[in-house]
């Protein structure tokens, strides 16, 4: 961008220098003077000036107040807020007491009370009195927009915040307005549940208490909770968000605008999925199989002994199979006990993963402000990241073209191309990068399937040099993590080690198999970094403090016996795998919002595995996904089973042609001699010749299928 | 400051007018005190006439109270628990009598008149924990620790709180 043309108006008296195009609202600000607002969000595209809160006198312009958030800045505009100026108070505190003539004013059992901005702007700006006498409009409440979401009528101001997310934002349109005037509701389409990833974010927009968190309901009061700044950690994208805690235990998740990540939006599952930290059968004591007895609870020392004596006992045949969602901290710390206290180097990662991509990293938000995104892979990206599929919507709605197989010829011809790789072949990035330099791109995404694959997955290699070749038989499985205990490969390594030591939060995907289980922890409990999918090193924090022993502590403990030096914490560990990797930056200077670290140079050659996915002749290529509500985590809250997966298969608007099949009819999707009966959905997300298919439904199909009515 | 002989008798003639006086001394417990009508002690929660609780579990109590001594956790009414009217009640609600300064913000900021300080100021204990009064002891009677006085031997008006408890 070229140097910024600016304009420079007067605001209450006060000259300010502003660049064209910025909002009055900002440029407000940008004086140090507030305009108060209700409806105006400007992610949430342009201004609709629904509630009349931000009136003020604004010359040149008609001679009356005129809602300052649907204008942007002029040269010598000269504008007079309530502050200054009598007609723009009066309009403001009619508005106010307009939006109160229906408004119930039940803040002592609203849970939007003492964060409400309809409170805060009501005290500062409003009449503070009511002449309307009449009863208020009433309608039943509070009504479950979804098993997520609680809708109370009556406190709605109509700001069509929340309308304009769903039909703007994440595009779902299935929040919107019925009837007229002052009958007009918020709804959803007949008693369906408002069913979308994204839906938890209208809580947050809503400026009174008319959209309310279920999970949240009355838990606590803005003045009692403590809000620990950390990273999702529930998928790669890495959103910031705010971990709001009472009294030692989470209560919410809120985004904490992270603008080249996240925007300030969140998922359902980053949001509402807390709840597996009180899971019932969450794992509390080490537990230890005995003979004939089964399993027996044992104390932290006997289980260290244990573990001891099971790592003693291999020999250093160990494999430990890792998740994914370990802290760089973690997997370093695990790493080094193993391989130089135990010489055990060989790990089962849950995924490849590469370096290739770090020469075209560039922010998500970059994705936005491209002219063509090409999404390739044909896994949906919206049930990996999440936010991405934000990212590529956005960035749609600002012209560009999303093309969803590789179109050579579109890709060199824009200005600025983004390749966002998700599905099989990817080769931790490898792919997708290979074809960015081929097409000279600066900019390329490749998502993985776990949170801090990469970060694992350097981790372990900063632990130690040395390789070692795989033992066999296993002497022991060391299985760190619920996802990787989830794992049919790693359970299919169990069948044939001799021996198994589970770390794992719950007790229904660790028992059973194990000798010994050691109680695991989620991100939301541990201190430490994740590296995101654009290769961002984020800070986790611990928002509370765990039932169990964090996996440092025992881990730094459990070396002492193996005579590895290991500090039990994770600032320490980190400075030294910074130093390795990350080029020495303190674990301090992580920060709260954290940069991108610059993309590195073109590496010369990047080397790619072996060819992609198997062939396909004929028929269509099945890609099954692993859904965005699924998961040991989510599996444990129930708020979230309406949001599971349909018995569906999305099928490209030709493919559905040439077979003569119909949205929303069965169709029989054949391989190999098994079958699976499943409604079709048309999707212009999706290729020919391609069929997509959750894991939860898709059997025992293989890649190759037949579709037949 | 040079010796002021005469300033210390006139002193001493103070104390020695006092012998001669009836003392106003009063015996506690036998007699009590009254205190006046706004007098600010132990805290009560109500009710409705209907029995629910006023109470909705707001917080705003605790949100004013400045010794911080006010928890409250509120919880949803459901058709077959009914405690409060409305949607919202008080599933805990404690406070720490250890810490209470007595300001009677927490009656101030309730919208509900739901808590108000009582008269009875007799609420010593043993032990600390005894000291946190949880929601059932604040909508029941207070118990009177110490033996009541004799009526008769009051020499002011019978105290508020015999009245109205
Ligand atoms: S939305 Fe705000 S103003 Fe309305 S009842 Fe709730 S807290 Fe009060
Ligand atoms: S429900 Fe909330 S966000 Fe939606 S229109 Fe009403 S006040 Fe605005
Ligand atoms: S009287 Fe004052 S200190 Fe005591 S609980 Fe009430 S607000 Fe708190
Ligand atoms: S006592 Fe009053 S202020 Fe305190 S929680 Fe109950 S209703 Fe709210
Ligand atoms: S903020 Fe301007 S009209 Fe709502």
Known sequence: ?709 | MSPQPLDSVKGFAVTFRQLFKKPITQQYPEYKRPVYPRFRGRHRLHRHENGLEKCVGCSLCAAACPADCIRVVAEENTPDNRVSPGERYARIYEINMSRCIFCGYCELACPFDAITLGNEYEISEYSRDDLIYTKDMLLAEPIKKVPVADRDLYDTPIPYYQDHS
């Open chain 1, 1 to 709: 961008m070229s140097a910024t043309e600016t304009v420079t108006l007067t605001i209450d008296g006060v000259a300010v220098e502003v660049p064209k195009g910025t909002g009055l609202v900002e440029a407000a600000l940008a004086a140090g003077i507030e305009i108060p607002v209700f409806c105006y969000e400007p992610r949430l595209g342009p201004a609709v000036g629904a509630c009349r809160m931000c009136l003020c006198q604004i010359e040149p312009g008609p001679p009356k107040p005129q809602a300052a958030c649907t204008l942007t800045a002029q040269d010598g505009m000269v504008v007079r807020t309530a502050l200054t100026s009598a007609v723009a108070a009066d309009a403001q505190n009619a508005t106010l007491e307009f939006i109160l003539v229906n408004h119930p004013l039940d803040c002592p059992v609203c849970d939007k009370g003492g964060e409400c901005p309809l409170q805060d702007l009501t005290f500062r700006y409003g009449p503070g009195n009511t002449r309307m006498t009449f009863p208020k409009r009433t309608f039943e409440k509070p009504i479950p927009v979804s098993p997520l979401i609680a809708l109370d009528r009556e406190r709605c101001i109509l700001c069509y915040r929340c309308t304009r997310f769903s039909e703007g934002v994440a595009e779902d349109g299935q929040l919107v307005a019925v009837d007229r005037g002052a009958g007009t509701m918020i709804a959803t389409f007949g008693d369906e549940p408002y069913r979308a990833p994204f839906s938890g974010n209208v809580i947050e927009l809503c400026p009174v208490g008319a959209l309310t968190s279920t999970t949240y309901r009355f838990e606590a009061r803005p003045w009692e909770i403590l809000d620990v700044p950390t990273v999702c950690g529930m998928c790669p994208v890495g959103c910031n968000v705010n971990a709001t805690t009472r009294e030692g235990n989470v209560k919410r998740i809120l985004s904490r605008n992270h603008p080249e990540v996240d925007d300030g939006w969140l998922c359902d599952k980053g949001r509402f999925s807390y709840a597996h930290l009180h899971a019932e059968d969450r794992v509390c004591d080490p537990i230890l199989r005995v003979r004939r007895r089964g399993f027996e609870e044992v104390s932290w020392e006997r289980a260290l002994d244990e573990a001891e004596r099971l790592l003693r006992e291999a020999n250093g045949r160990i494999v430990t199979a890792l998740s994914g969602s370990e802290t760089i901290e973690e997997a370093y710390a695990l790493g080094k006990l193993l391989r130089r206290g135990l010489g055990a180097h060989t790990a089962f990662f849950p995924e490849e993963s590469s370096d290739a991509l770090d020469a075209f990293r560039v922010p998500l938000s970059a994705i936005r402000d491209a002219d063509v995104v090409a999404v390739l892979g044909d896994a949906p990206v919206v049930e990996r990241a999440p936010i991405v599929e934000l990212w590529i919507k956005e960035a749609r709605r600002r012209g560009a073209r999303v093309l969803y197989e590789l179109d050579e010829e579109a890709v060199r011809g824009a200005e600025t191309a983004i390749l966002v790789w998700c599905g099989p072949g990817g080769h931790g990035g490898a792919t997708v990068a290979v074809l960015a330099q081929r097409l000279g791109l600066s900019g390329a995404f490749y998502i993985p399937e776990t949170a801090n694959g990469r970060g694992v997955c350097d981790a372990w290699s900063c632990s130690d040099d040395a390789e070692s070749a795989s033992p066999d038989p296993i002497g022991l499985l060391i299985v760190s993590g619920d996802e990787a205990a989830a794992n049919p490969d790693v359970r299919a390594l169990a069948e044939k080690a001799e021996r198994v030591l589970v770390i794992s939060m719950f007790q229904g995907l660790a028992a059973g198999w194990a000798d010994l289980v050691l109680p695991g922890t989620s991100y939301l409990e541990r201190d430490g970094t994740y590296i995101n999918l654009e290769g961002r090193v984020q800070r986790l924090r611990r928002t509370v403090i765990p039932p169990v022993p964090d996996e440092l502590a025992w881990i730094s403990k459990l070396a002492e016996r193996f005579d590895v030096e290991l500090s039990p914490y994770p600032a320490l560990v980190f400075e030294e795998v910074s130093a390795i990797a990350f080029g020495g930056i303190p674990f301090g200077e992580i920060g709260e919002r954290s940069p991108l670290p610059a993309a590195t140079g073109a590496s010369a050659q990047i080397e790619l595995g072996e060819a992609d996915g198997p062939a396909v002749d004929g028929g269509l290529r099945l890609v099954r996904y692993r859904p965005l509500f699924s998961g040991p985590a989510v599996e444990r809250v129930h708020e979230l089973d309406f949001q599971r997966p349909q018995p569906e298969a999305e099928l490209s608007e030709e493919d559905a042609r040439s077979l003569g099949v119909r949205n929303g009819e069965e169709i029989t999707i054949r391989s190999n001699g098994t079958s699976v009966r499943l409604r079709a959905r048309l999707s212009r997300e999706l290729r020919p010749g391609v069929v997509r298919v959750s894991d939860d439904f898709a059997g025992e199909l293989k890649p190759a299928v037949e579709i037949s009515k």
